[in-house]
């Protein structure tokens, strides 16, 4: 079982448990809803600390496979062993490539999409939970553009802002901005919807372009 983790950044209430259960062969359908029951149960157990509990399976062959880059690299760079054999001791260094960058934020689009229609809807307190929750996807996002040419691992949202800032200096506002809406929910809907979309789009349309330049 392996937590994956964003370092020394992990905060009381605010912060999602992701964990990653690893098994040897598939499982069925029975023991997949039993997994997706027991997370549930984790999350309202521990509703004190975390937001929510989440659990991911993976299966062995698959992600030991040296073919599979990314699944090595995100075990090896991004979890700690919370149970079990830790393997990550056999992965890694891994130098920083565009299809990690792509596997970890190349749904920005969709990611819009979803949350604009969202946004339409939302009662006060999902547009809060929603505009934060997209606020550090779009921050994520913005650091997947330029990890490859910084060669800099981090899981930390303001670690993350500041690789960003250094290459597009012209958003630094913008990203001032979506931290202080994670510290601090919006509440002003049209500022909101506004800034995601235009930003959201600027994501999309130049992601690939921009995670595929090396330093």
Known sequence: MYGSVARGEAVV???DLDLIAMFDGKLSSAKL???KKLAGELSQKYRSLVREVGIVVAYYD???SPSNYYENAFLKELCVCVYGED????????KLTSEIAIRFNG????????TLKRLETASNEDF???????ARKLIRTYYSMVMVRSQIWSTRLHEQSEVFIHHFPDKESIIRTLLNWIDEPPTDREAVYELFKIEGE???VNFTHEANISS
């Open 13 to 15: 209430l605010k912060s």
């Open 33 to 35: 809803a039993n997994l």
């Open 62 to 64: 698959y992600t030991v």
């Open 87 to 94: 393997l990550r001791d056999r992965f890694g260094p891994y």
């Open 107 to 114: 749904d920005i689009c969709e990611a819009l999409t979803r």
């Open 128 to 134: 809060k939970k929603f505009s934060q929750g997209f």
């Open 202 to 204: 600027w994501a999309s």
